[in-house]
């Protein structure tokens, strides 16, 4: 998949507080990010959505996100477990994955790094701190960032 092709991806957003999404949402909207933004509510919803399981099961996979934002505090499953199995599944292994997090804890972090997060962002509380770091989450990651060979195109 071409950078390009890349920057005009789908983000996956796993995030459970509504509140958060919607100042995701609205980060998004203020810097006039198109990308598409596909929300998934726990780890569960999540998981089914990368590895076409679930609602997903039986038909064409959806495709890949071009970056995850991943919240650690999920319910059902949590975010640590969905990076896990991210990472171990072929289809999905190479993708992005920023984990966005209230978390500041030292083991938090460093879990997340042994299972290969891309990047590690506490969120800002403040609105104009937080929608600056979606702007520059999403300018290095689907701007800058040269994407492995062939990322988006394994089923």
């Not at 919607?22 to 598409?36: D, F, S």
């Not at 042994?114 to 104009?128: E, G, H, T």
């Amino acid at each position: 998949m071409e950078a390009s092709e890349y920057s005009q991806g789908t983000i996956l957003l796993v995030e459970d507080s509504v509140d958060d999404i919607e100042l995701t949402q609205r980060a998004l909207e203020q810097y006039q990010i198109a990308n598409p933004l596909v929300v998934a509510r726990d780890g569960v919803e999540a998981l089914d959505y990368l590895l076409a399981r679930g609602p997903y099961a039986g038909g064409p996979p959806p495709a890949l996100p071009a970056l995850i934002l991943l919240d650690l505090k999920l319910p059902r499953v949590d975010g640590l477990e969905v990076l896990h199995l991210t990472r171990d599944n072929e289809r999905t292994s190479l993708l992005p994955v920023i984990i966005l997090t209230s978390s500041n804890d030292e083991s938090d972090r460093l879990r997340s790094y042994k299972l290969r997060a891309n990047s590690y962002i506490c969120k800002p509380v403040d609105f104009n701190r937080c929608a600056e770091a979606i702007r520059l989450v999403h300018l290095y990651w689907l701007g800058l960032n040269e994407p492995p060979p062939g990322a988006g195109l394994i089923r």
